[in-house]
C-alpha cells in the first residue's frame, strides 16, 4: 500500500510537459508559502522566490528580479493584495498575478476580477491542477 502512494507522488513530481516558469508566492503565513512553493516545483516553476508581504514582493521588484507567475495573497499586512497589485502594475510588471485568499462570495471575486488587474482568482488550498489551469493562461502548458 505504501508503495503505491509514492508512485502516485511520483507520476504527479513530474510534469507531462517540458517548460520552466519563474514564480513569486506573495502570502503572510509561512506554512502556505512552503505548500505553494512545493506546488509551484512540482508544476515546473524553475525558481520559486517567496515573501511575507507586499511590500517585500515590491522590493524585489525595484530591485530587478521578475517573474513569470505571482500567487498573491490579499489579505495580509505590509501592503495587502489589492494595493500591492496595483503598485505592481504601476511599476510596469506584466507578471501574470493570480489572488490566492480564503473562501469568499461570489461577488467578491468578481470585484476581485473588476477592480484589481489581477489575471484570476483562486482559493486557498491551492491543487496542482489550479494552477495548471494558470499556467495555460501563461501559454506555457502545450
Known sequence: MEGQSSNKRKAIAEPEWD????????EE???VRMA???ILTLVGARTCDTVGNGQEA?????NGKTFDLILMDFDMPGGDGFVTTNKLRSMG???L?????GPC?????????KEIPI???YIKPLTVQMLQEALQKLNLKP
Open 58 to 62: 515590491v522590493n524585489l521588484h525595484l
Open 19 to 26: 517548460y520552466e516558469f519563474s514564480a513569486l508566492v506573495v
Open 119 to 121: 489575471d484570476g482568482h
Open 97 to 101: 498575478i493570480l489572488s490566492v485568499s
Open 29 to 31: 503565513d509561512a506554512d
Open 36 to 38: 505553494h512553493k512545493e
Open 93 to 95: 510588471v506584466h507578471s
Open 105 to 113: 462570495s461570489q461577488d467578491t471575486v468578481q470585484r476581485f476580477l
